[in-house]
T-cell receptor
Framework: NAGVTQTPKFQVLKTGQSMTLQCAQDMNHEYMSWYRQDPGMGLRLIHYSVGAGITDQGEVPNGYNVSRSTTEDFPLRLLSAAPSQTSVYFC????????????????FGPGTRLTVL | AQKITQTQPGMFVQEKEAVTLDCTYDTSDPSYGLFWYKQPSSGEMIFLIYQGSYDQQNATEGRYSLNFQKARKSANLVISASQLGDSAMYFCAMSPISSGSARQLTFGSGTQLTVLP
């Protein structure tokens, strides 16, 4: 049981390049999400998904696309990288457990540190 | 809209002593969950403890306890018997709880805890 995995761990891009950050979970969680963490700040939600085929925008979605073709995978695509997207990106997953105690706790992957030059 | 406030950018505690990290929140959601995460210098986000707004008792997990005062809208983390390995950034977060909804976590800005030998 690997939990939430993310690849790559580090990436350097040039302005205008595109790339996909990979995220996978093996806990059969319905809910998956992407956050970014900028220096000295907490995490902010980019996109989320409540199940295969269903995605929606979070707080800071501009410049990013997502898709969810399977329960396990939730890739994040940067369409045309900009220096403002330099950040650490975290993927997280959880059950949609309703009112059960702690059922919707989100578990995070190790993060991807992205630098856009 | 939800808001988390952590007013202590940095805290110091002597090894083996207890420490309280403050967190206040604001939300219009009738049901919500409160979370604490630990982020060591290695960067991963580690889930520590969860408190549901409908829970009558304060949550405890080993050396961690959550002092939940709903009327004051506070959810302070108490770490007992601090250890050197507790030195890290600590984030308070919350999310709404309703069946099938997004579990958007709103984070505070964090408290950097340093445990002194």
């Amino acid at each position: 049981n690997a939990g939430v995995t993310q690849t790559p761990k580090f990436q350097v891009l040039k302005t205008g390049q595109s790339m996909t950050l990979q995220c996978a979970q093996d806990m059969n969680h319905e809910y998956m999400s992407w956050y970014r963490q900028d220096p000295g700040m907490g995490l902010r939600l980019i996109h989320y998904s409540v199940g295969a085929g269903i995605t929606d925008q979070g707080e800071v979605p501009n410049g990013y696309n997502v898709s969810r073709s399977t329960t396990e995978d939730f890739p994040l695509r940067l369409l045309s990288a900009a220096p403002s997207q330099t950040s650490v990106y975290f993927c997280a997953s959880s059950r949609l457990g309703g009112r059960a105690l702690g059922a919707d706790t989100q578990y995070f992957g190790p993060g991807t540190r992205l630098t856009v030059l | 809209a939800q808001k988390i406030t952590q007013t202590q950018p940095g805290m110091f505690v002597q090894e083996k002593e207890a420490v309280t990290l403050d967190c206040t929140y604001d939300t219009s959601d009738p049901s919500y969950g409160l979370f604490w995460y630990k982020q060591p210098s290695s960067g991963e986000m580690i889930f520590l403890i969860y408190q549901g707004s409908y829970d009558q008792q304060n949550a405890t997990e080993g050396r961690y306890s959550l002092n939940f005062q709903k009327a004051r809208k506070s959810a302070n983390l108490v770490i007992s018997a601090s250890q050197l390995g507790d030195s890290a950034m600590y984030f308070c977060a919350m999310s709404p709880i309703s069946s099938g909804s997004a579990r958007q976590l709103t984070f505070g800005s964090g408290t950097q805890l340093t445990v002194l030998p």
